[in-house]
């Protein structure tokens, strides 16, 4: 009886696994499957660039940032925002987990809400620190750019990923 439970448990944690797995590889083929100019264009073009370069002209008005397709653009720097660095393999992550984790479709929602805010807000920031890291640090951009900015968001992904699904859960857990 006590092995049989056992069975059904794993078979469950087995079963949210491959969800998640087939969700995160599902939302990776759709997002290379979007054309590089509708990326430039339009979704980093108006959710990306032109809020970055308000939040920077706001922060620094003397930088005179600007906007043009995938680019933030100004005297000292041009940044350019491609696939793969805009934070989608996070999302894809945190997307992924809450859909797969047992839950009732209302905290699903809420959690899909925010945790999509969470790393759209994170991208952000990352974006516009990076900005100033290549306008007066070039030197650390590419580490900051390709390990500590994309680790930090992993990390912050996955704690709010464990505050969500601990909040998602009645049951009292026992000590082993």
């Not at 969700?23 to 990776?28: A, G, N, R």
């Not at 984790?101 to 994170?122: A, C, D, H, M, N």
């Not at 709010?160 to 909040?167: E, I, K, M, S, V």
Request: glycine share 6%.
């Amino acid at each position: 009886m006590n092995n049989n439970t056992n069975f059904t448990g794993k078979n469950h944690e087995w079963l949210t696994f491959t969800l998640f797995v087939g969700c995160y590889v599902l939302f990776d083929y759709a997002y290379f499957k979007i054309p590089v100019d509708l990326f430039s264009n339009v979704i980093y073009y108006h959710g990306v660039v032109t809020v970055c370069a308000d939040v920077l002209n706001w922060l620094a008005p003397l930088e005179h940032v600007f906007a043009k397709q995938n680019h933030l653009l100004s005297a000292k720097a041009n940044l350019e925002i491609v696939r793969g660095c805009d934070g989608a393999g996070v999302l894809f992550l945190v997307v992924s987990a809450v859909l797969a984790f047992p839950s009732e479709l209302k905290r699903k929602v809420l959690g899909l809400l925010l945790g999509t805010s969470l790393i759209y807000g994170l991208n952000l920031l990352r974006i516009c620190v990076l900005y100033f890291v290549i306008t007066y640090q070039p030197s650390w951009f590419q580490l900051i750019h390709t390990y500590v900015a994309p680790t930090l968001m992993v990390v912050l992904g996955c704690f709010y990923f464990a505050w969500w699904a601990f909040g998602s859960t009645n049951r009292l857990h026992e000590p082993a």
